[in-house]
Every structure is written in C-alpha cells, then in structure tokens.
C-alpha cells in the first residue's frame, strides 16, 4: 500500500506538471497546453490503462499454466483485486497530493510544483458533471472505479473496502456530489451501516465498515458550520496557509503538536496575496465573458464558486444523512425502510454505541441540523418538498439524545458539540415560529436532563468523604455545567421570545416539578442543572431591570421558588440526615446562591425603583423570601458541614478529596462565597439582606464566628481539617460581618452593629497585647501571625480609624516583628520560630494593605518606615557576610516565594500611590498630603538602600539573594511615583521642599549605577563567570528600566541631580566643563545603556533601551543635534578611579568602544540621528545590536521574566 500511495504520488506530480506550466503572471491561473491534452484523472488512467495492458498478458499466461478452475477462479479474482487496488491507490493519491484542505488549521504538505499550477488543478478536480456529462473531479473517479468493480463473490469486500478508502480521501478536500453519494453512501457504504443486523463479521468487512464510517463522516465534516466560504476559496485558488511539514496527518485531522500559530502579518501576507488571485481571476473572467461580465449577478469567476461549493457541501451531507438514516427523499430515494435500518437504532445498546457509531452521528448533528433548520425558515429546499427534513431532523435528534444517555461519559461527550451548535444558530432568530424550531428546543432540555442525569453522583459516593474524588467525574459535571450555560446563554440580546429564553423557560421549569415532586431533600440533578443557569439567568435580571417583559418576569420567578424551595428542604434535614445525603444537593444549591447574587442584585435595584407596582410586588416578595432562606441555609450549612473532612490531598488531585465544601474553580467554603456574594455584590442588595433576615442577622452571624473560631483553636497549629472551617472561610464570614455592620450603623442598628464590631476587633487586639509580652516561640509568632490576618478582614475604613485612634493597640504586633530581624544568622537551617515568624511578616502586610487601601496614616507610615529600614539592615549584614554563607531568614521558607519576597513593604508604598493615581473622588491636596507622607518613607530609607543595592557582594547561592526583589519593589514604587507626577503636574512643584527630585534622582543614580558594577570583559578576555553586585537578570530590571525611561522625562534637574550623584561615586577622568551639568549627566546614563547593550544587561532588556533613549531625546527638548552631541560624549567617558566592573581609566560604555573606528562611530550616530528625525525608536534597537557587539545568545541568560507576585495568601 505505501508502495502504490507513492507511485500515485510521483504520477500524480508528473500529471500536474504535464498539464499546467506556469505563466509569467504568478497570479493567472495557467490552461492546458493543448485542447488535447487529458485531464490530470485521464491522465492517470491511461498510464494506469498501460499497466493494465501487461498484467492482462500476465493474468493469461498464468491461466494457461493451471486447469484447476478453482484455481483459475483464484487467479482471476486476484487479477481483478488488484488492478482495483492500483487504480484506486493512484486515484486516491491524486488529491492527497494536489489539493489543499479547506479550514485546515495545521500545515498541509505542498509539493515543489508552481501555486498557480496547483490553483488550476484544484479549479478542474472540484469540477463535477451532472448525470448525462460527467466532470473531471470525483464523478470521474467513481466512473472509472465502477467499470473495474468485480463481481467475483470473493472479492466483493475488498472491492468496497478500495472504493471507499479512494472516495473518503476525495472527500476530504473537494465535494461529494449528490449522484456520487447516492452510489457510494447508497449502494455501497450502507452495505456496512446497518449497525442492528448483527452476524459473524470477517476481517475485510470489519476495515470495509470501518472505511465506511469514516467516509460520511468525512462528508459530514466537509459541510461543518466552522468551515466558511473564505476557507474553500483559499483551499480552491492554492493560497490556503499550507507549508511544508513532515510528519503531517494525513487524515486531517487536528494535532495541535503540529499546529503553528498564525500571526497578524502572515494572516496580512495570506489576505494580499489572496486578493491579488482573486484580482486577476476577475479580469481574465471578464476578458472571456467581454461585455456580459457582471459581477453583481454571478460572472465573477471563482467568486461565487466558493458559495456554490459550500451549498453543495451541506446539500451532499443532508443527502447523506438521509441514507444513513432512512428518510425517504421526495425523488423517491431512499425507499421508506424499516425501523432499524442505518443508523436509527445507534445508541441503544452497548454494540450500537461505540465511539465510531456516536462520532459518526454527532458529525451528522453538528453539520446537518443548522443546514436543515435554515432551510426550513428560508423555505429552500433542493428537492422541492420540506416534510424529510423534519423526519430527518427528528431522527438525529432521537439518536443524540440517547447519546446523552449512554453509560460511557467518553461517548456522552461527543453530544456537547452538536448541541452547543444547534443552540447557536437556534438563536439567529427572533422568535420560535417554526416546528423544527420547537423540536430543537425541546430536544436540547431533554438531553441537558440526560445530561446531568448521567453524571450525577453515584449512590454512597458521599459516604467516605476522606476519599479523593472521582476526577473524572468531577470533569464532566463542570462541562455539563458549561454546555447548560452555552445553550441558554443570550447571544443576540433577544430577551422576549427568543430561543434561548424559550430553553431557559423549559429547563427551570423541568427543575421545579422535579424539585416539587420529591419527598425530602430535592434532586441532586435538578439543583445540578439549576445552579449551572446563574449566567443566563444574571444576564435575563440584568436586562429586566430596564425593560421589564412578562416572559422574563415569569422565569425569574420561577428560578428563585425553585431555589427557595430547595434551600428551605435542605434546612429542615440537616439534624435528621447524614452528612452524606445532605451534602450533594446542599453544595449546589449556596453555589448557585453565591452565583444567582448578580440576579438578586438587579432584581433589588428594581424593586427599588419601581414603587407601587403590582408586578413588582409579587416578584420583589420572591427576592425576599428566596434571599431569607438563602442566607439561613449559608448559615447553617457553614455552622453544620465542615470544610475539609481529612487532611487535604491537593498535592496529588485536582479537586481535593470529597469532603470538601469547595466549588469549582473556588478555595474557600461554598456557604461562606455565598455570604460574600450577597453582602458584596451591591449596597443596595446589602441592605436587602439586613432588611429581609431581621435585626439578628448581626447576631446569628457574629455566634456563627465564634463558633468556627472555637473549633479552629480546638484543632493543631497549621491544622485546617476536622471540625469546622479553614482559617480563610472563617475570616470571610468575619467580612461579611464587618461589611453588614457598617451598613447598619448607616441604618437605623447603630449601636448593636458597633458593640458587634468593637467586640470583633479587640479579640485579635488582646491576643497581641498578651501575645507582646511573652518570650519568642512558635505558638507566639503563629498566633501573633492569626490575630493580624484576621485584623486584615476588616474594612479598610476601621483599620485607617484603628491606626488613628487606638495604634498603640498594634505597637507590640511591628514591634515584634521589627525586633525579629536581630536574630538573623548566617546558617542555612531556619529553625520552625523563624518560620512563623516569616508568617508574621505576611500578616502585618496584610493589616497595613488593608490600611492603605483606604488611606496612609502617619503612624502607618512609621511602621512601614521601621520595617522596610529593618529589612533593609538585615540584608546588609547578609550581603557583608558573603554570597557564599546561608541564612535562617533569607530563604524559600521566611523570606522568598513560599511565604513573601523581601521588599514587600516597599511595595505598599507603590500600591499606595497606584491607589492616589486612580482615584476619583479625592482631592488633590488630600492626595499631595499622602504623597508627602509616602515621599517621607521612601526618603528615610534611600541612604540604606543605596548602600545594600551597590554592594559589592556577588550574587548569592547558598541562600536567596534580598537585594534582587529589594530593587524590584522599589523601581516599581518608583514607576508609581512617576506616574503620580505625570497625570498631576502639580505634584512635583508641591512636594519640591519635599525633595522628590533628590528622591527621583537618586534612584536614577542607583538604576544606573548597578550598571557599572558588571564586568562585560574585554577584546581579550570574556566577562567573568562570578560578577560584582546583585544579579541583574530578572524583572527588577523590568522595573529599573520601566522607572528609568519615565524618571528621564522630568528633564534637565533630575538628569544634572543624577550625574553629580553617580559622579561622587565615579568621579570622570575629565572634567568636561564645557558640557552642561544636565547634558553630562544624560551622558552618563547613556553611556550605561551603551554598557547595557554590550553585555552588563540580559538580551531581552535591550528591548527597553530604545525607549530610555526617546525619554533622554524628549528631556532635551527633541533638539535632534543635542541629542546626538550628547551621545557622542557619552561614547567618550573614563572614570579615574575602579569602580565595579570598570578599571580606571576605561570608558563607561564599555568594550566596544573603546577601540570603535571613526568610520563606524560616524555610522553609529548619523543612523541614530535617523532614528531621531524620523521617529522609528524601534530601529535603534537593531543599531545598538550592531554597534554593542550583536546578539548575546550565549551569555548565559535566562527568558524574559515575569514580575513577582506579593501576595501573601498562602502564609
């Protein structure tokens, strides 16, 4: 078989070439080089026809040799086989070869033949006869394999089974016409599509069936909804975005291992170029056509060739969908047959549901249903008559949705697809009219139901609940969930009486009788499928609030008595079931609580704005009532139903083990999301919360916290199964208190919400207060720890009021923690105090968070000032001590990625000004005072930051290196800083006395002089492996450049400021006095970039530099010949004295131009001139490259990172 796939190959090329020479326009399609030249399927054929020619003096010379007839019947039948097997193997590898695929996503292997060659042999291999002339494509092909075709009762099957395999490959790169199909799909394939006549198979006819199978399904994908006219127009002119790949798959098949991915300007290069093939098809055509050329009426050339060939495709597949399925034609073919012919009785055994059955119908389904629901509405129809098309409609529909039945989950996923689908072009219309429409509607409910049905929890699953979960499982009910959402989602924003809102209606009111009609707890598939319509649902609510519609009124009220109903069976159970048969359906329900809260929300914000209306007051009475039981079910459920059953497992499976209250893609318990969700969606909906629960809703909550408080102190340090909830779900419910006690001192509950809130608070204060006074241990640092997260749960508004009124109360809290760095040494074991006390630092980030977030205070400020200056002093004795020592402190477990990087602090400095330069409602002297506040912190810490941030000390290894995420959080705060200044100029002249420019200047200074610290070798010797000072690959020099190129924009003060600042440190060996301060300091920072660029910086930070260099250009006024006297003495820079990576008297810019002949100096700087005038910055890139010693690809650099997470959740 290979042997003859490649002869047919080669012949397949030599044809082509033959046939079609290229023209001296690439773009013309070229003709024949003579009228008597065959076309490329007669071409092969008489080739073939020589070959047949010799083996028929074969076949008789070996005749002769026997009398047995037997035998000679043996002989002829091998004869006949295999003239067949020649004929269809080169026949078969004519497309393969030629064609390219339409909608094809990988690469498609293209011979080395001319395109325009291949365009005219794909325009005369999709030409197709009709009955009494045939084409030059797959008629042709079938013409020819049916004259070969034996009747030797032997061979019947392998005949077949080579036919078929010939037209499936056809198939998948041009269109079966109708004819074709009825003789392959209608008399032969249906040989091997009766799934139901069961007998003993034999290996020919198990590869014939098998062929066959994937021929219509071939068909069916050939019509597919994604494949687009513009697909099989590129596919048809040879411009389609093929390329030479090896290995492909040859079936078409994805492989997304082989897949590129195509960007902007090849999708650009393929539009051109197929515009300019379409160009010159519609002049030659209009040459041809001379005066009757219209284009407005079809004589466009291959302009509507592409739609004709769409509409054949689906036209062939419906054709083929009706014999696969036995609906009788209008022509009178099929013949009506009995009920188990084809494919009608799939999926109703174990035999009949195999994946090539079910594969097989859902390609039918995805391809044939819209193609036959848009012939019904625009009442077309090829053969004149519309009654098949609801049969064959009904059939496939049938067949799906006992699909959605089937025991194997693998085989129930195959019916997401088609369904998804159907819903999308269900959709296209404005209202359900039609009888097609309303069986797709009440099909698509009834396979949802299956559906989930299918993929419910199994009996006793619940009862080890220490188990892990079926993934599986789990896997499958999340994509339920999404098909549920995606075919009752409102696309087309028709909320009346659209398609969507008809499913939508259907499936909620299907889950009301169910929930209705059951005895105690509700239907786990119900709730199942109820939780899952929260989006459609929340989209509905949304609309409603503005155009109310009684269609809509009926199903939002329809869905909340359903989830009132639910929740109010769930609570009256609780004490009287195991946990095991509660807590399927329970969990579903506050999950699609939590999810309905945007529902609940808009329907508020209504019923608040539509006063005295009767509609109103019916639907705003089912808010209140489902909301009521909703948040007494929260309630309950997170007092009664522990979080995690047994220790938590995440480590070996996605989902955790069964007794987890989590949802999908949620970490904290599903009772307390939902208190979240309805205390923060909306004020408006928090005050509905209040209103409708009563005035104990406070109390109930604040016992509620008290008791997983007491269960959480019950259990180990760091143990968070067993009774009760997570310390994170406990602290929700904590928010969720702080959130309704605000809300109701605004109200009329003042005085019971602030003793609530007092109480709340001075609990963690106390245990810090007693906690200060006892010696350092674990407990002490792990509770200390505690107390400050759960103070961070609080509103930002009563932790600003905190650090105002009652800081004291916090003193022992920083105090600890700043006293803490003392005990830094230089070992590599952290003993498990230093530990927690890494925690703490955690949970004293996440108070002051919380406190900036709202507003800095001055005693905020002191303590973050005593931190980072803390934090900064430790670093530097490690620093000092050496790269070679390790650290109990700095490390992975205290202070690095597993708790939080060094430089946290400092980066509450930065998200502080991220908040002022976003806000909206505060003035400006409220957000200059903060800023002068801010400016203070980061000033008492510069001269510390100066001295660990240029040290000396090489990178380090045997513990985590501070200064790297030092630097980070500080450029970055910077970064902030600047973005302050440039959205309120006024800052910067406001905070002068404040020395912002001193602050903004000496970073500069650092930024830049961390450059000078490495080594980049020289003409002689390559850089040295270990380097002096931090390491600078990695995103603080994201961050050093990012600040830099905004720092540069401030001008001439900040610029002359920065160069008298690195000069203290590398005094030059000129004075250059006749430069201006602000031009030499712009030299010095050029000269770093130069240095940057040659090697003192990761290649992928060269990307920045061109934007450094704009802000320089921009700082000198754009004044192009400035600019450049300028980076001409940067190129001329020596330092007097060794600094870092500089000996005294080499220049700055380092080794590339030290030596740099004139002539390459004059070509540097007139092509950045260029750069300059014409405003291409990107350029300057690729001149940098040139001038600094081109790529450095093995420096021994990592990819260009990402920026580091401060977070601090997972302490």
């Known amino acids: 078989n290979a042997v003859l796939s490649e002869l047919g190959s080669a012949l397949s090329i030599t044809a082509l070439r ?64 295999a003239l067949q097997k020649s004929f269809a193997a080169c026949l078969k590898a004519l497309p393969e070869t030629v064609l390219l695929p339409p909608g094809l996503e990988e690469g498609h292997r293209i011979p080395s033949v001319d395109r325009a060659c291949l365009r005219a042999a794909s325009i005369e291999l999709r030409n197709v006869g009709d009955l009494s002339n045939v084409g030059t494509g797959i008629d042709r092909v079938c013409e020819v394999l049916s004259g070969l075709s034996s009747n030797a009762d032997n061979s019947i099957q392998v005949d077949d089974l080579i036919s078929i395999e010939c037209f499936e490959s056809w198939a998948r790169f041009v269109t079966v016409p109708i004819h074709v199909v009825e003789m392959t799909v209608g008399r032969m394939a249906m040989n091997y599509l009766h799934i139901s006549r069961h007998h003993e198979m034999s290996i020919h006819y198990q590869k014939a069936r098998k062929s066959a199978f994937q021929y219509v399904t071939t068909i069916f994908e050939g019509a597919s909804p994604s494949l687009t006219s513009g697909d099989i127009l590129a596919a048809l002119l040879g411009v389609a975005a093929g390329r030479g790949v090896s290995g492909g798959n040859s079936k078409g098949k994805k492989n997304s291992s082989n897949k590129k991915k195509i960007g902007n300007r090849s999708k650009k290069r393929h539009e051109a170029r197929l515009g300019r093939v379409l160009s010159t098809q519609d002049e030659e055509h209009k040459e041809s056509m001379g005066d009757n050329f219209n284009r407005f009426e079809g004589d466009s050339g291959s302009v509507e060739i592409e739609a004709a060939e769409l509409l054949a495709r689906k036209n062939s597949a419906c054709y083929a969908a009706s014999f696969v399925f036995g609906i009788s034609m209008p022509d009178g073919q099929p013949s009506t047959p009995e009920d188990d012919w084809g494919l009608r009785l799939a999926a109703t055994s174990d035999t009949t549901s195999s994946h090539e059955i079910c594969s097989t119908i859902t390609a039918c389904a995805t391809s044939v249903l819209p193609y036959l629901l848009s012939m019904e509405r625009d009442g077309n129809d090829l053969l004149g008559n519309h009654n098949w098309r609801i049969d064959l409609f009904t059939s496939i529909m049938n067949v799906v949705q006992r699909i959605c039945q089937c025991p194997d989950r693998n085989i129930r996923a195959l019916a997401y697809e088609p369904l998804m689908i159907l819903h999308k072009h269900l959709n296209a219309v404005v209202s359900v009219s039609l009888i097609m429409e309303n069986i797709a509607v009440d099909a698509i409910c009834n396979c949802v139901f299956s559906l989930a049905k299918s993929c419910g929890y199994p009996d006793g699953y619940f009862n080890l609940l220490s188990d892990n979960n079926d993934e599986e499982l789990e896997i499958e009910r999340n994509d339920v969930r999404d098909v549920v959402r995606s075919i009752s989602s409102f696309e087309n924003e028709n909320f009346e009486h659209s398609p969507s809102i008809m499913i939508l209606k259907s499936i909620i009111h299907a889950c009301n009788m169910a929930i209705c009609e059951s ?19 929340n989209t509905l609510a949304a609309h409603y609030k503005q155009h109310p519609s009684s269609n809509a009124n009926t199903v939002l009220k329809q869905s909340l008595q359903s989830l009132y109903k639910v929740c109010e069976r769930i609570n009256s159970v609780y004490d009287t079931l195991p946990v095991s048969q509660t807590l399927p359906a329970s969990r579903l329900a506050l999950m699609g609580v939590a999810s309905f809260a945007p529902m609940f929300s808009s329907l508020t914000e209504w019923s608040i704005s539509q006063p005295g209306n009767s509609e109103k007051s019916h639907l705003a009475e089912t808010v209140e009532q489902t909301l009521r039981v909703a948040l007494q079910s929260s309630i309950i459920y997170v007092a009664k139903i522990p979080e995690l059953m047994a220790e938590s497992t995440l480590d070996s499976t996605r989902y955790d083990i069964k007794g987890t209250m989590r949802g999908p893609g949620g970490e904290d318990h599903v009772g307390c999301i939902a208190l979240i969700r309805l205390s923060f969606e909306s004020d408006n909906l928090a005050y509905t919360v209040i209103k409708v629960y009563g005035e104990t809703l406070l109390d109930d909550l604040f016992q509620l916290y008290e008791r997983l408080k007491e269960s959480e102190r019950e259990r180990p340090i760091g143990c968070v199964h067993g009774k009760g909830v997570t310390p994170m779900s406990r602290r929700l419910v904590l928010n969720v208190i702080s959130r309704l006690a605000l809300i109701g001192i605004e109200g009329n509950q003042s005085t019971k919400s602030r003793a609530i809130l007092n109480e709340l608070m001075q609990s963690p204060l106390n245990d810090i207060a007693t906690l200060g006074e006892a010696s350092n241990s674990d407990e002490k640092f792990f509770r200390m720890c505690e107390a400050a997260i759960d103070l961070s749960f609080f509103s930002p508004e009563l932790i600003v009021d905190l650090f105002l009124n009652n800081a004291d109360s916090l003193g022992p809290m920083i105090n600890c923690l700043v006293s803490g760095y003392s005990d830094l040494s230089f070992t590599s074991d952290s003993e498990s105090y230093c530990i927690q006390w890494g925690r703490l630092r955690g949970g004293v980030m996440a108070v002051l968070r919380t406190c900036v977030k709202n507003r800095m205070t001055d005693c905020a400020a002191e303590a973050i000032s005593a931190l980072i200056n803390a934090e900064y002093e430790a670093a530097i004795k490690q620093c000092t001590h050496g790269h070679q020592h390790g650290s109990n402190f700095f490390n992975d477990h205290v202070i690095g990625e597993i708790t939080l990087h060094a430089g946290a602090y400092t980066m509450i400095v930065g998200e502080c000004f991220s908040r002022i330069s976003s806000q909206t409602s505060v003035s400006l002297e409220s957000k200059i005072h903060e800023c002068r506040i801010c400016i203070g912190i980061l000033r008492r810490s510069s001269t510390i930051l100066i001295q660990l941030l240029l040290n000396e000390s090489p990178e380090a290894h045997s513990h985590l290196d501070p200064r790297p995420t030092i630097a980070e959080s500080w450029f970055l705060t910077m970064n902030n800083l600047m973005n302050v200044c440039k959205k309120y100029e006024s800052v910067v002249a406001s905070l002068l006395d404040d020395g912002i420019l001193d602050l903004v200047s000496d970073s500069l200074s650092i930024a830049i002089s961390l450059l000078f610290l490495k080594d ?193 959740e997972r302490i």
């Not at 020479?21 to 008489?46: E, G, K, W």
């Not at 026809?49 to 010799?54: A, E, F, H, T």
């Not at 005895?519 to 649902?537: C, D, F, G, R, Y």
């Not at 603080?1036 to 000069?1063: C, H």
Request: charged share 15%; with cysteine; net charge positive.
């Open 18 to 81: 033959i046939r079609y020479h290229p023209t001296s326009n690439a773009y013309a399609t070229p003709s024949p080089p003579s009228p008597s030249c065959p076309p490329l399927v007669d071409m092969l054929v008489q080739a073939l026809d020589l070959v047949k020619v010799g083996a028929q003096s074969y076949f008789e010379q070996k005749l002769k040799q026997t009398n047995n007839r037997h035998m000679q019947s043996i002989i002829e039948s091998a004869h006949l086989n």
């Open 519 to 537: 005895n105690n707890l509700p239907p786990e598939t119900a709730v199942h499928i109820l939780s899952a319509l929260a989006k459609p649902l």
């Open 1016 to 1208: 980049i070798g020289d003409r002689k010797s390559p850089p040295p492996i270990i380097q002096k000072g931090m390491s600078l690959d990695g995103p603080q020099t994201l961050a050093l450049m990012d600040f830099a190129s905004e720092a540069a924009l401030l001008g001439a003060p900040v610029l002359s400021s920065a160069g008298r600042s690195i000069s203290s440190n590398l005094p030059l060996l000129h004075t250059h006095s006749d430069v201006p301060v602000e031009a030499l300091g712009a030299a010095i920072i050029s000269a770093g970039l130069l240095r940057a660029a040659s090697g003192a910086l990761p290649p992928w930070a060269v990307e920045g530099t061109p934007v450094l260099f704009r802000s320089l250009y921009t700082a000198f006024g754009k004044n192009c010949d400035d600019f450049i006297r300028m980076l001409n003495i940067s190129t001329e820079l020596r330092i007097s004295v060794h600094f870092g990576g500089v000996a005294s008297g080499q220049k700055l810019a380092g080794r590339y131009f030290e030596k740099m002949h004139a002539t390459t100096m004059e070509s540097f700087l007139s092509k950045t001139r260029e750069v300059c005038l014409k405003g291409e910055w990107m350029r300057l890139k690729v001149i940098l490259k040139s001038a600094c010693g081109g790529k450095k690809k093995l420096a021994g650099f990592n990819l260009k990172p990402q920026y580091t997470t401060w977070e601090c």
